[in-house]
T-cell receptor, first 111, second 114 residues
Framework: GNSVTQMEGPVTLSEEAFLTINCTYTATGYPSLFWYVQYPGEGLQLLLKATKADDKGSNKGFEATYRKETTSFHLEKGSVQVSDSAVYFCALSDRGTPLVFGKGTRLSVIA | DAGVIQSPRHEVTEMGQEVTLRCKPISGHNSLFWYRQTMMRGLELLIYFNNNVPIDDSGMPEDRFSAKMPNASFSTLKIQPSEPRDSAVYFC????????????FGSGTQLSVL
């Protein structure tokens, strides 16, 4: 079946550090890929998405590129801020099926 | 729009009691999803509805769990009887059929079964 694997957290970084959160997927078809973010005490919200190979999704300084050859969709940000502290979820949807989420990676950014 | 509204925010109950979680989706959204979040298993899809009709309930863990959507603006998730292993955060999310991949989540219900 379809699945998503994320790097285990927590990840702790200093402000302005570079961020990478790894995500790989398994899918029978040709899925769309997503990153969702969950701020403390809130529900998840869509951060960015990519629907085909080599697409780059971007939002709020975050980027992720759909790599079909490595079945990956790693999340990156060049300079993190304290306000980026949250839990980040990688997800996929294959041919319109409901989203399948990874377990989430907690990011803590310290000043 | 107020977004997806869930109630209660927190629920503490004793084993064996009935628990009802409520959700009001965003007006105009056609799809509604119930997810459960735990440390061990992450975010699991329990059931989803399209146009008030249950489409897939294969994620519902046991017969103790049931969900209804009597109209486009209201859904419930019921656990009867509740057990300590049901303790988790339960999220409701909605989306439009045109923008199905963009889910709008509620703030969740933190359930503790003692």
């Amino acid at each position: 079946g379809n699945s998503v694997t994320q790097m285990e957290g927590p990840v702790t970084l200093s402000e302005e550090a570079f961020l990478t959160i790894n995500c790989t997927y398994t899918a029978t078809g040709y899925p769309s890929l997503f990153w969702y973010v969950q701020y403390p005490g809130e529900g998840l919200q869509l951060l960015l998405k990519a629907t085909k190979a080599d697409d780059k999704g971007s939002n709020k300084g975050f980027e992720a590129t759909y790599r079909k050859e490595t079945t990956s969709f790693h999340l990156e940000k060049g300079s993190v801020q304290v306000s980026d502290s949250a839990v980040y979820f990688c997800a996929l949807s294959d041919r319109g099926t409901p989203l399948v989420f990874g377990k989430g990676t907690r990011l803590s950014v310290i000043a | 729009d107020a977004g997806v509204i869930q109630s209660p925010r927190h629920e503490v109950t004793e084993m064996g009691q009935e628990v009802t979680l409520r959700c009001k989706p965003i007006s105009g959204h056609n799809s509604l999803f119930w997810y459960r979040q735990t440390m061990m298993r992450g975010l699991e899809l329990l059931i989803y509805f399209n146009n008030n009709v249950p489409i897939d309930d294969s994620g519902m863990p046991e017969d103790r769990f049931s969900a209804k959507m009597p109209n486009a603006s209201f859904s419930t998730l019921k656990i009867q009887p509740s057990e300590p292993r049901d303790s988790a955060v339960y999220f409701c999310a909605s989306s439009s059929l045109q923008g199905w991949e963009k889910l709008f989540f509620g703030s969740g219900t933190q359930l503790s079964v003692l």
